[in-house]
């Protein structure tokens, strides 16, 4: 089956702000500008379902993470991973550091062409903790 490509936006929809949400085929989602280059992800943190589209943007260990208003916790945009510190029980003596984990948040794909963006939504399989948080939510 070929994957659905729906046009969310402009490109200039984000000149004014760097977010935007949006309902696509009923599916609560919100597209972030970094930089030059767009990224879409479902709009409820995985950790608790808060409002990750409100998040601050940040650079982390040179990585683009956005960040829970709720609980802190930080998504990478490009992939969906979660971003923390950690700690070397072993070597306390060592500064944490900065590390991806699994992937706990879904992402979609998006296409930039003739200044709209268009996303393919990505399958919500039960396979990611973001998708209990983002299937009833209207």
């Known amino acids: 089956m070929a994957e659905e490509e729906i046009l969310a936006c402009s490109t200039s929809d984000l000149q004014i702000t760097n977010k935007k949400r949006l309902k696509l085929n009923e599916r609560d989602i919100f597209i972030v500008k970094v930089k030059d280059t767009f ?6 943190c995985y950790h608790a379902g808060g409002p ?9 260990g ?35 550091k900065w590390t991806s984990g699994d992937v706990r948040q879904r992402t979609h794909k998006v296409t930039v ?3 709209n963006i268009y996303i393919v939504l ?11 948080h983002n299937k009833n939510k209207t």
């Open 39 to 44: 990224y879409a992800l479902d709009s409820y």
């Open 52 to 60: 990750l589209y409100n998040g601050d943007i940040e650079d982390l």
């Open 62 to 96: 040179g990585r683009t993470c956005i960040k829970c208003p709720w609980h802190k916790y930080k998504v990478c945009v490009d992939t969906g991973q979660n971003y923390y510190q950690s700690v070397d029980p072993h070597n306390l003596d060592q500064p944490p």
């Open 113 to 115: 062409r003739d200044d």
């Open 122 to 132: 990505s399958e919500m399989d039960g396979t990611l903790d973001s998708d209990h």
